[in-house]
């Protein structure tokens, strides 16, 4: 026993070295940032756009893959069920805080089976209006509700999306009844709403900010409690005679649950680095978010907040899932 003592202890010895060396390992291979909408939309850019920085940093291919359905949460809910290797991740958004309310057999929980690791902003949402329509008010969109009740539409992201729910406070406060027509993510939003087939399209000005830009569609409303830097000379609904509203869109980057706190610390300081790049810091605050990074102490309770205040709207208004 004696004797084998320092051969147990020269192997413990050798041995550390190697563990340590399996744990630095990550990454290994290829890195899937899962995109929960169909191509077009604000969360297909940001992530394209973080795409090359993040495969700069860590010398592994980074691989955008898009898997849209059930408001986000098919995507989503890959990520959910990944293992907690650093390998997969999903960025969210704003309907990621409604579909536990929306969809209660959509097979994971949002706040126990993924870890929110970095909130990158917020945004308000711009209710426009296309062109060709006579509506270049709120009070104008009201009047025409409120004469043809369930006659002007709307379209939104999706059913249970924030825009969507919006609508539903603002119609409740407002007195007025619209037609809801949800689509199936921003970019087929934003093909619609140039195309003229909704009245009224609803959504971040990173989905339809380039029509607003153009001319195609015209801006009425934002739905922050205040004005947006992105946005500063449109008016709240608030300022536009519907009170009371405070809801803005969020973006944020998740992995499954159980990530080791290294990976977590590294994934985070790689897209903070990113994001302090002049030039993609302007190419998203472009998109219409108002970049403010917030790790994971902060958008954990943040998330917990939407999912509560987004899940009462839900109840009242007997909201279901398409």
Do not use: C
Request: glycine share 10%; aromatic share 6%.
């Amino acid at each position: 026993m004696i004797r084998r003592r320092p051969l147990v202890a020269a192997t413990a010895i050798l041995a550390a070295p190697a563990m340590a060396r399996a744990q630095a390992a990550w990454p290994n291979g290829p890195i899937r940032i899962v995109v929960p909408f169909p191509p077009g939309g604000s969360t297909d850019a940001l992530s394209r756009m973080l795409q090359p920085r993040l495969q700069a940093e860590f010398g592994v291919p980074i691989v955008v893959e898009n898997r849209a359905g059930a408001s986000g949460s098919l995507g989503t809910g890959v990520v959910a069920r990944s293992a907690p290797d650093g390998n997969t991740w999903v960025l969210v958004f704003d309907t990621h805080a409604v579909n536990q309310a929306l969809i209660p057999t959509m097979g994971f929980d949002t706040q126990r089976d993924l870890t929110p690791l970095l909130l990158f902003g917020t945004a308000p949402m711009v209710l426009t209006a296309h062109r060709t329509r006579p509506y270049r008010s709120v009070a104008q969109v009201v009047d025409a509700a409120k004469a043809r009740p369930e006659t002007v539409t709307y379209g939104s992201i999706g059913n249970g999306s924030v825009a969507h729910l919006t609508m539903e406070l603002a119609q409740r406060i407002g007195g007025f009844r619209l037609v809801h027509v949800p689509y199936r993510g921003g970019g087929p939003l934003a093909v619609a709403a140039v195309a003229g087939e909704v009245d009224l399209p609803i959504a971040t000005r990173p989905a339809i900010g380039v029509h607003v830009d153009s001319g195609a569609l015209v801006p009425l409303a934002q739905t922050g409690a205040t004005r947006s830097p992105s946005m500063p000379d449109i008016p709240t609904l608030a300022e536009s005679g519907i009170p009371g509203i405070d809801a803005r869109a969020f973006w944020g980057f998740l992995g499954p649950a159980g990530l080791p706190p290294a990976i977590k610390q590294r994934m985070e300081a790689a897209i903070r680095s990113a994001l302090d790049v002049p030039e993609l810091r302007q190419r998203v605050i472009g998109l219409g978010i108002d970049l403010d990074p917030q790790g994971e102490a902060v958008f954990a309770p943040f998330l917990a907040r939407q999912m509560e205040t987004w899940a009462r709207v839900v109840r009242e208004n007997n909201i279901r899932p398409d």
